[in-house]
């Protein structure tokens, strides 16, 4: 529980956050006129801003609330997984991914992930299919909604469904106007605010260290042995270096093939600043990323995961740790960073997928009967998100399966390891089979999903199973399977 202190500054500083928030998103909704607008925007903003608007929306409430829980959980394991393995592996492949994919969707004028594979491979299906499993990804939007309500109801002492309300009604809300045009602009403070709070976060553990990282190590192992091993075989995502290296390494080269990363290079209008766009990115991201190591700091803190007695929920374990931790300054100042960590990935998410579901899926199936205003339907569409968005979230939060990540893990991961061989394919290769990375998509889901609803192999037979593990395996497996048949289907044609 904050102070009575604390939640009454809480009120003052959200009040002026939300405004400002609004200011730019006034601003920028002035210059949306377009579905085209509201999708990449019009305006030509600075290589670097663009830059800190995709370090906001990749790392995310995930990375600053969810995975420091899993890491007070398991411990040097986690660490070794979130916050070296994956991060190493994401930002590799968002250089390599980047500067091909945004060469090609500048030339096609492509707007969505399903326009741009849509038109690399001439097939209105397969749009139409990636426009479909973009629905997906609002397990996305319920994991950050959860992390978010959790944070501002433990600062304001409010209960969690009135907070995420609020939040539904007030990002949902303006997000029906602004787009892309403000989207960059409220991401560039969020990725500052974000940037000075991961300082305060992992600055805030100094003294663990007194001893240097031995001395971590054994104050950790005093809590539980497995705590500072680099494997811990009680979780259900650490156990071997299977799941800490090699799955988080085909995560991580994955993770950047979803339409709220990738596409972000699509709002550079002069693509001779890709170098200067990534840089300032990745400086971001690598200090976002450490955040994780927070965690360590919480179950030094809460040696048994419980306040006053009470049990920690994992997704509450960040949270708590900030409002017992901080000053009700500096706890202030942090509460909006986190709350900020969210907010940039779902404006990115709402922005993505309403745009998706609009062209790329109601446009085909309505052809003449759509309106030719897209822009209203595509407000109408923002509403219908946020009422499905809040009833997936409240139930996560009543009733989560050890955390929301999980559920959320589960939809992700199957979107971006569907998109994975087409994107991969389609930026690399010259000419590529429609039919191979069309099967290849439809492989991954099947295998992802079939491996971990089947309990399939010996990773999935606890009562809470990783979703990395058959995601990753459904990833290689449908790689191995693009390969074969465009290769057989380049003979064939050749």
Same mark, same amino acid.
């Given at each position: 529980?904050?102070?009575?202190?604390?939640?009454?500054?809480?009120?003052?500083?959200?009040?002026?956050?939300?405004?400002?928030?609004?200011?730019?998103?006034?601003?920028?909704?002035?210059?949306?006129?377009?579905?085209?607008?509201?999708?990449?925007?019009?305006?030509?903003?600075?290589?670097?801003?663009?830059?800190?608007?995709? $370090?906001? =929306? /990749?790392?995310?409430?995930? *990375?600053?609330?969810?995975?420091?829980? #899993? &890491?007070?959980?398991?411990?040097?394991? @986690?660490?070794?997984?979130?916050?070296?393995?994956?991060?190493?592996?994401?930002?590799?492949?968002?250089?390599?991914?980047?500067?091909?994919?945004?060469?090609?969707?500048?030339?096609?004028?492509?707007?969505?992930?399903?326009?741009?594979?849509?038109?690399?491979?001439?097939?209105?299906?397969?749009?139409?299919?990636?426009?479909?499993?973009?629905?997906?990804?609002?397990?996305?939007?319920?994991?950050?909604?959860?992390?978010?309500?959790?944070?501002?109801?433990?600062?304001?002492?409010?209960?969690?469904?009135?907070?995420?309300?609020?939040?539904?009604?007030?990002?949902?809300?303006?997000?029906?106007?602004?787009? $892309?045009? =403000? /989207?960059?602009?409220?991401? *560039?403070?969020?990725?500052?605010?974000? #940037? &000075?709070?991961?300082?305060?976060?992992? @600055?805030?553990?100094?003294?663990?260290?007194?001893?240097?990282?031995?001395?971590?190590?054994?104050?950790?192992?005093?809590?539980?042995?497995?705590?500072?091993?680099?494997?811990?075989?009680?979780?259900?995502?650490?156990?071997?270096?299977?799941?800490?290296?090699?799955?988080?390494?085909?995560?991580?080269?994955?993770?950047?093939?979803?339409?709220?990363?990738?596409?972000?290079?699509?709002?550079?209008?002069?693509?001779?600043?890709?170098?200067?766009?990534?840089?300032?990115?990745?400086?971001?991201?690598?200090?976002?990323?450490?955040?994780?190591?927070?965690?360590?700091?919480?179950?030094?803190?809460?040696?048994?995961?419980?306040?006053?007695?009470?049990?920690?929920?994992?997704?509450?374990?960040?949270?708590?740790?900030?409002?017992?931790?901080?000053?009700?300054?500096?706890?202030?100042?942090?509460?909006?960073?986190?709350?900020?960590?969210?907010?940039?990935?779902?404006?990115?998410?709402?922005?993505?997928?309403?745009?998706?579901?609009?062209?790329?899926?109601?446009?085909?199936?309505?052809?003449?009967?759509?309106?030719?205003?897209?822009?209203?339907?595509?407000?109408?569409?923002?509403?219908?998100?946020?009422?499905?968005?809040?009833?997936?979230?409240?139930?996560?939060?009543?009733?989560?399966?050890?955390?929301?990540?999980?559920?959320?893990?589960?939809?992700?991961?199957?979107?971006?390891?569907?998109?994975?061989?087409?994107?991969?394919?389609?930026?690399?290769?010259?000419?590529?089979?429609?039919?191979?990375?069309?099967?290849?998509?439809?492989?991954?889901?099947?295998?992802?999903?079939?491996?971990?609803?089947?309990?399939?192999?010996?990773?999935?037979?606890?009562?809470?199973?990783?979703?990395?593990?058959?995601?990753?395996?459904?990833?290689?497996?449908?790689?191995?399977?693009?390969?074969?048949?465009?290769?057989?289907?380049?003979?064939?044609?050749?």
């Amino acid at each position: 529980m904050a102070s009575t202190t604390m939640s009454a500054y809480m009120w003052i500083l959200l009040s002026i956050y939300a405004a400002v928030i609004l200011f730019f998103v006034i601003r920028g909704a002035r210059k949306t006129s377009s579905i085209a607008d509201y999708a990449v925007g019009n305006l030509g903003f600075p290589s670097w801003v663009v830059g800190l608007s995709l $370090a906001a =929306s /990749m790392t995310s409430a995930a *990375t600053f609330i969810i995975n420091p829980g #899993f &890491i007070a959980l398991y411990g040097m394991s @986690g660490v070794l997984s979130f916050g070296v393995v994956f991060p190493l592996a994401a930002l590799i492949s968002l250089i390599v991914f980047t500067k091909g994919y945004a060469k090609y969707g500048q030339s096609v004028k492509a707007t969505t992930m399903a326009q741009w594979i849509g038109k690399r491979y001439n097939s209105d299906s397969y749009k139409l299919f990636f426009g479909v499993i973009a629905l997906l990804l609002i397990t996305f939007i319920v994991l950050i909604n959860v992390g978010i309500t959790q944070v501002i109801s433990k600062s304001l002492n409010v209960e969690p469904f009135y907070v995420l309300l609020g939040i539904t009604v007030f990002v949902f809300g303006y997000m029906m106007f602004g787009g $892309a045009n =403000s /989207m960059v602009y409220t991401n *560039t403070i969020q990725a500052i605010i974000m #940037f &000075i709070v991961a300082l305060i976060l992992v @600055g805030s553990g100094y003294e663990y260290f007194s001893n240097g990282l031995s001395g971590l190590l054994n104050d950790l192992s005093a809590i539980d042995p497995q705590l500072a091993k680099p494997t811990n075989a009680s979780s259900f995502l650490f156990r071997d270096y299977f799941e800490i290296i090699f799955c988080q390494i085909v995560i991580g080269i994955a993770v950047v093939c979803q339409p709220h990363i990738i596409t972000k290079s699509l709002l550079l209008k002069d693509q001779s600043k890709i170098n200067s766009y990534l840089f300032s990115g990745i400086v971001f991201m690598l200090v976002f990323f450490s955040v994780v190591i927070v965690g360590l700091y919480a179950r030094m803190s809460f040696p048994d995961l419980s306040v006053n007695g009470v049990s920690l929920k994992m997704d509450e374990i960040v949270p708590t740790y900030v409002v017992q931790t901080f000053s009700v300054g500096v706890g202030l100042v942090i509460v909006v960073g986190l709350i900020s960590a969210g907010l940039s990935t779902l404006e990115s998410l709402i922005q993505s997928l309403s745009i998706t579901i609009t062209s790329d899926i109601l446009k085909p199936i309505l052809k003449e009967r759509m309106p030719e205003n897209t822009i209203i339907v595509n407000k109408l569409v923002v509403v219908v998100l946020a009422v499905v968005s809040f009833l997936f979230s409240w139930a996560q939060i009543k009733n989560p399966n050890v955390s929301v990540a999980i559920f959320a893990q589960n939809g992700v991961y199957a979107y971006f390891g569907a998109a994975f061989v087409p994107v991969l394919f389609g930026t690399f290769f010259k000419t590529v089979s429609t039919r191979a990375v069309f099967i290849a998509s439809i492989v991954s889901l099947v295998v992802h999903f079939g491996i971990y609803y089947g309990r399939i192999t010996p990773y999935m037979q606890e009562p809470v199973n990783n979703p990395g593990v058959s995601a990753a395996i459904g990833i290689v497996i449908s790689l191995c399977v693009g390969l074969i048949i465009n290769k057989i289907d380049s003979r064939t044609n050749g």
